[in-house]
């Protein structure tokens, strides 16, 4: 058993570079093992020469904001999480009547919003997100509380002109409703896609980006890969969510953003593309999306 968990703990090593250089769209490195110095350089080996570094919280995302204003290679989006705003609202308010936990949760969600907020204008700060809606871990009692949030950095999005990255977990109708309901930013990125082919036929409409991580290169997802094929290559992103979601065949080890090449070779022998070609896309919908 020691032995097999050595192996999970191991990085995986590095791909051969990509002759076309790409962005990581979606990665967190704050939660990665190394320096984000030691993590840039080594993407930037093997041709990922670009990352988007997201905010799920407050602290979060002031750190990602403070490490693009370091590195010209780094943009930021800031936000919080689907899951955080309900864990901010309802927050540990013990002893409270109902009255007082709604108004001190209300308090305490716009004091972080505000702070989100004003992160967003800094020129470093490319995106908000990645807000959205997750049904996974959060029950009924939050729905109503990730909504809210949702629209409001909808908001915050348009007014600032920067893109919104969308998190869409076992929530896909919701989220459209609510983009809808709305009115999208002119830039919306679905982050780590997961819907179908029929909800990436509706994305396109749209003219949403969507962004494909490691699951694409999943022997079980299909689905996934059909997804993939029914988007327009113009709309196309990669990213790895680093340290989560690592690629096949290194799934259960560390992500990293220096892992792109993977699933960009996988990407481009479902779409029967040369990898330069998919390549080639991709840095310039990333750059699109992103605004840089």
Same mark, same amino acid.
């Given at each position: 058993?020691?032995?097999?968990?050595?192996?999970?703990s191991?990085?995986?090593p590095?791909?051969?570079?990509?002759a076309v250089?790409v962005?990581d769209?979606h990665?967190?490195?704050?939660?990665?093992?190394?320096?984000?110095?030691e993590g840039l350089a080594k993407?930037?080996s093997?041709g990922v020469?670009?990352?988007?570094?997201v905010?799920c919280d407050?602290?979060?995302?002031?750190?990602?904001?403070?490490l693009?204003?370091?590195y010209?290679?780094?943009?930021a989006a800031?936000a919080l999480?689907p899951n955080?705003a309900?864990?901010?609202?309802?927050g540990?308010?013990d002893?409270w009547s109902?009255q007082? +936990?709604? /108004?001190?949760? &209300?308090?305490?969600?716009d004091?972080a !919003?505000a #702070?989100?907020d004003?992160?967003a204008a800094?020129p470093?700060?490319?995106?908000?997100?990645e807000?959205?809606l997750?049904?996974?871990r959060?029950?009924?009692?939050g729905?109503?509380?990730?909504?809210e949030s949702?629209?409001?950095?909808i908001?915050?999005a348009?007014?600032?002109?920067?893109?919104?990255?969308i998190?869409?977990r076992?929530a896909h109708?919701?989220?459209i409703?609510?983009?809808l309901?709305?009115g999208?930013?002119e830039?919306t990125?679905f982050?780590c896609y997961?819907?179908?082919a029929?909800m990436?036929?509706?994305?396109?409409?749209?003219?949403?980006?969507l962004?494909?991580?490691?699951?694409v290169t999943?022997k079980a997802?299909?689905p996934? +890969?059909? /997804?993939l094929l &029914?988007t327009?290559p113009?709309?196309i !992103?990669? #990213?790895?969510?680093?340290?989560?979601?690592?690629?096949?065949?290194y799934r259960?080890?560390?992500n990293?953003?220096?892992?792109?090449?993977v699933?960009v070779?996988?990407?481009a022998?479902?779409?029967?593309?040369h990898?330069?070609?998919l390549?080639?896309a991709?840095a310039?919908?990333?750059?699109?999306a992103?605004?840089?």
């Amino acid at each position: 058993m020691a032995a097999k968990d050595d192996a999970r703990s191991t990085p995986p090593p590095l791909p051969e570079p990509l002759a076309v250089a790409v962005a990581d769209s979606h990665t967190h490195l704050d939660m990665q093992s190394g320096t984000p110095a030691e993590g840039l350089a080594k993407a930037a080996s093997v041709g990922v020469t670009t990352v988007v570094q997201v905010g799920c919280d407050v602290p979060g995302s002031r750190w990602a904001a403070e490490l693009a204003g370091r590195y010209e290679q780094v943009h930021a989006a800031v936000a919080l999480h689907p899951n955080e705003a309900p864990r901010i609202f309802l927050g540990d308010a013990d002893g409270w009547s109902g009255q007082q +936990r709604k /108004a001190g949760g &209300a308090a305490a969600l716009d004091e972080a !919003l505000a #702070e989100i907020d004003r992160l967003a204008a800094l020129p470093q700060v490319v995106a908000v997100g990645e807000t959205g809606l997750d049904y996974f871990r959060t029950g009924p009692e939050g729905v109503e509380i990730q909504k809210e949030s949702f629209r409001r950095h909808i908001e915050m999005a348009k007014r600032h002109g920067k893109a919104l990255v969308i998190h869409d977990r076992d929530a896909h109708e919701d989220v459209i409703a609510v983009l809808l309901a709305e009115g999208a930013p002119e830039r919306t990125v679905f982050h780590c896609y997961s819907g179908d082919a029929e909800m990436a036929k509706t994305c396109a409409e749209h003219g949403w980006y969507l962004s494909f991580a490691g699951p694409v290169t999943f022997k079980a997802n299909q689905p996934l +890969r059909d /997804a993939l094929l &029914a988007t327009p290559p113009d709309r196309i !992103l990669v #990213e790895t969510d680093a340290p989560f979601l690592t690629p096949h065949p290194y799934r259960g080890r560390p992500n990293a953003p220096y892992l792109i090449p993977v699933t960009v070779r996988s990407m481009a022998a479902t779409l029967g593309l040369h990898e330069d070609e998919l390549s080639t896309a991709i840095a310039a919908n990333t750059a699109r999306a992103f605004g840089y």
